[in-house]
């Protein structure tokens, strides 16, 4: 399927991607030819092929997922440096809407 540099502007306007003119060209021809090799995969006889979504035999080794009892706020809150209306308060990093550190 040949692709006109038309349509290869109207992709690259989609993707919100900018190239110059002289580059429109050079990507015509690389997007027709990803496209052919696309069209090489139709080819492809695939009947009765299984479907696989992974070729690896994996087994889930993550612990089970059981609800315990937490910590209370004060025990959390134990080692912080400065508490404020029982959250952690910390140095602020953004003055009058401008970066800083």
Known sequence: MAISEE??????KLAKLSFAEEELT???DQLGK???????LEEIE???????????????VMR????????????????????QDGFIKVPAIIDNGEAGA
Not at 7 to 12: F, L, N, T
Not at 64 to 83: F, K, M, Y
């Open 34 to 40: 990803i496209i052919d090799m696309v069209e090489m």
């Open 7 to 12: 349509q290869v502007k109207h992709v690259a």
């Open 64 to 83: 089970q997922d059981r609800a315990s009892t937490g910590w209370s706020r004060d025990e959390l809150l134990r080692n912080v440096p400065e508490i």
């Open 46 to 60: 695939t009947e009765g092929v299984p479907f696989t979504s992974n070729v690896v035999e994996t087994v889930n």
């Open 26 to 28: 050079s990507f015509t």
